[in-house]
């Protein structure tokens, strides 16, 4: 183990010079080094293996190690084969070559210092696990190595302790910068994925600042300009107000602040007086019912707490929606309202064309959210679920299913 803490030093300082982009670099680095100190232990014992009292069991060693290094190359060059058993077989094969050699050579070479039968390459196992997960497994794996060189090869000389703490060192340096490495790494992900998200979502407010909100700004202008027209038409003043009510909600959701409040549709109705209070599902959905869409619910009210009875009635409406626009003119629709003591269902089946399969993945890609925003987005809040089942020629089924512990 003697020049065991100089080697990997200089492999700490290539992981520190490059930062965290030098992982896997760093791996290819250790399996080299591991090559690169075999070939030095096997030189070093052919310069000195007749001065052994057993040079032949050294040898056995040496072709026991030459093969393990040769067969684990690939594993240290890539963190996902080096798994927690490889490195305990390289730390195990460290620990029994130290013992070995207090055990091969002669005790006038011990205490001169002589080096054990791996020499550097243990150091190659203490960069495993410091690469693999850190400092502190490192120092760990450099103690039991330290242990082994201290009890099985010379005790506590000056040179052992030097070596001990070398490696010690140099190992905690390089899992600290790896973990270092691999935090900053993580930051950086996250900070890439908000710069992305609020480019989309710049994107998209400059694309409906272009469209919505100038066609809803427009509608609330005529609306009172007709309401004037008419002789304070009601219809078109509560068309006005209610596009106005629209765009500020708009508006606040693109900048990120609180949404107004919002009053009923009409004209004469009053505000609840309990938002929470339980609503009944099946009123919320018969008006999506008309001749093409059949409505099958329980005899008795489906309740839930009111946010969650409106956010699921939209749900639906966006499937209905859905199959007004896709389906054909001709298509028909059914609701099935499922009461259950644990989960309300509602199932939205249509005997339309269907879609091919991954086209719902095609249409969020090309920027069209309907299914996984106003569809599964608002299950995913209620902490229920949204499965759609469909295939080409044989319509499609949606299947919204909300927990009542959720809700």
């Not at 001065?51 to 032949?56: E, G, K, M, R, S």
């Not at 600042?209 to 304070?232: I, K, T």
């Not at 249509?350 to 569809?375: H, K, M, N, T, Y």
Request: net charge negative; aromatic share 6%.
């Amino acid at each position: 183990m003697t020049e065991g803490g100089g080697r990997a030093g200089a492999v700490g300082g290539t992981v520190a010079a490059g930062g965290m982009s030098v992982e896997l670099p760093l791996w290819r680095a250790i399996s080299y080094f591991r090559v690169l100190a075999l070939c030095y232990a096997l030189l070093r014992y052919f310069n000195s293996y007749l001065h052994f009292l057993h040079p032949v069991a050294g040898w056995i060693f040496m072709g026991a190690l030459t093969l393990w290094t040769l067969a684990s190359t690939r594993a240290f060059a890539d963190p996902q084969r080096c798994t927690r058993y490889v490195l305990g077989a390289d730390l195990a094969l460290a620990v029994t070559g130290i013992v070995l050699s207090g055990l091969t050579d002669s005790p006038a070479r011990i205490s001169h210092g002589a080096p054990t039968l791996p020499t550097i390459w243990a150091a190659g196992t203490v960069l495993g696990y410091a690469a693999k997960a850190g400092w502190r497994p490192a120092a760990a794996a450099g103690s039991v190595i330290g242990v082994a060189n201290i009890l099985g090869h010379g005790g506590p000389t000056g040179d052992n302790i030097h070596n001990i703490v070398l490696l010690l060192v140099a190992g905690c340096a390089i899992g600290y910068v790896i973990e270092l490495a691999r935090a900053s790494e993580a930051t950086l992900t996250r900070a890439l994925q908000v710069e992305a998200a609020t480019r989309e979502r710049e994107r998209l407010s400059r694309d409906i600042h272009d469209g919505v909100l100038q066609v809803l700004a427009l509608v609330q202008r005529r609306g009172a300009e007709l309401s004037r027209e008419a002789g304070g038409g009601a219809d078109f003043a509560e068309l006005g107000r209610l596009a106005g009510e629209q765009e500020r909600a708009l508006r606040a959701l693109m900048t990120g602040g609180p949404l107004p409040a919002q009053r009923n549709a009409g004209p004469d109705a009053a505000e609840p007086a309990d938002p929470h209070a339980p609503s009944d599902l099946t009123a919320l959905l018969r008006p999506y019912a008309d001749e093409r869409i059949t409505l099958s619910a329980p005899g008795t009210p489906v309740l839930l707490p009111g946010p969650a009875a409106g956010e699921l009635a939209a749900a639906v409406g966006a499937a209905v929606d859905n199959v007004r626009k896709h389906a054909g003119e001709r298509a028909r629709a059914w609701i099935l309202v499922e009461d259950e003591p644990e989960a309300v269902t509602v199932s939205i089946r249509d005997d339309g064309p269907g879609f091919a399969p991954g086209r719902l993945g095609e249409a969020e890609q090309a920027g069209r959210l309907g299914v996984s925003q106003s569809i599964r987005g608002r299950l995913l809040d209620l902490g229920g679920t949204a499965e759609l089942y469909s295939t080409p020629g044989e319509g499609v089924e949606v299947e919204l299913r909300v927990p009542r512990e959720s809700s």
